[in-house]
């Protein structure tokens, strides 16, 4: 059977923590929709975690400690720090 690596690319994440304050989430999410269509947020919180962010894949949820990646394409999703500490590495 034949084996693929990833190929290796650089990612920019940004890390939900535990006691974020409001004008923190608020510069996440910011962050998040600022290359967005006008008037479509792709991500939104209700003043604490959890963050909804809609993906290619749908809606989902990141939890504190949750990474945000914004892929190559400009694209944000969810990834748990375990998957995230395993794939990434930093430059």
């Not at 962010?53 to 969810?78: C, H, N, Q, V």
Request: aromatic fraction near 10%; glycine fraction near 10%.
């Amino acid at each position: 059977m034949p084996l693929f690596r990833k190929k290796p690319v650089t990612i920019e994440a940004r890390q939900l923590v535990a006691g974020i304050d409001l004008p923190g989430m608020d510069a996440l999410v910011g962050w998040i929709n600022a290359d967005g269509q006008p008037g479509q947020s792709r991500a939104y919180h209700a003043g604490a975690t959890p963050i909804y962010i809609r993906t290619l894949e749908g809606m989902m949820r990141a939890e504190s400690g949750d990474w945000i990646i914004k892929g190559i394409k400009g694209e944000f999703y969810p990834c748990k720090n375990d998957i995230f500490l395993a794939t990434y590495e930093a430059v």
